[in-house]
C-alpha cells in the first residue's frame, strides 16, 4: 500500500548524529513526513523496527559494528515489504550495484541535492525503484567483455569490503580490526579474493580497483 502523502514515516539509520540532523531537517521542510525516527547502528535500528512500523528506511552503508549490506540483506528478509533507500559517502561505482542487487530500492550518495533525495523518496514510496542514470549505465557496463559478470562482483560483501581495504593499501591486522575479525580470517579472505578474481597478487588488485573506481 502507498503512503499517503502528509502520512509517510522514515527512520535514518546512520552513525553520524550531524548527517541524522541533515536529512530530518530536509524531510521535515518537505511537509510530506508524519513521523521520523533515528537510529545509530545496524542493531538500533533492528530493535526499533520491531516496536514501530515505518514506511521506508533510510540506511547507510558504511557504520560500526556489521555493515549496512549485512543489515539490508537482513531487513529484506525480516521486513520484506519495508523498501530501503541506501545513503553512502562512496561514489555509486563502488556500491551502486552490489546494493541494488541486494534488494534496495535505491542508492543516493550524501552529497546528492535535497531535492534528488525528496525524488527518491518519492518514488521509492510511490512502489518504483530509484535508479540514477549513472546507477543504470553502471548496471549496463556490469558485465565483463565475454558477457561473464565482472571480476570485483564474483565477491562476497565481505571479501568485497577486505578487496576495498586492500587496494586502499590497509594492512590485514588494521582490516581485521576494522571488521572485528582475527588476521587468519582476512588472510583466508584475501586467497579467496585472489582466485575468484583471477589474480596473483595485491599489486594486481589494487590496480584493477583504482582503474574501475572501486576505490577513492
Sequence with gaps: MRAVKGEMSIIIADDHPVVRAGLRQIL????????????????????????NRFDIILLDITMPGRNGLEILKELRVLYPSIPVLVLSV???????????????AG??????????????????????????????????????????????????????????????????????????????????????ILDKMNMKSTAELVNYAVKNGLVS
Design 107 to 192: 542508492y543516493l550518495t550524501k552529497e546528492t541535492a535535497p531535492e534528488n533525495l525528496l525524488e527518491a523518496v518519492r518514488r521509492i514510496l510511490g512502489g518504483k525503484k530509484y535508479i540514477t542514470q549513472e546507477i543504470a549505465e553502471i548496471l549496463a557496463a556490469s558485465l565483463d567483455e565475454r558477457g561473464g559478470v565482472a571480476p570485483h562482483l564474483r565477491l562476497s560483501d565481505r571479501e568485497f569490503e577486505t578487496f576495498r581495504m586492500i587496494a586502499l593499501g590497509k594492512s590485514l591486522t588494521d582490516i581485521a580490526g576494522e571488521m572485528f575479525l582475527n588476521v587468519k580470517t582476512i588472510s583466508t579472505y584475501r586467497r579467496r
Design 28 to 51: 521535515v521542510e518537505s511537509g510530506e513526513i508524519r513521523r521520523i525516527a533515528e537510529a545509530c547502528d545496524g542493531q538500533d535500528l533492528l530493535e526499533k523496527l520491531k516496536k
Design 90 to 104: 562512496h561514489p555509486e561505482e563502488q556500491y551502486a550495484l552490489r546494493v541494488i542487487r541486494s534488494g534496495a
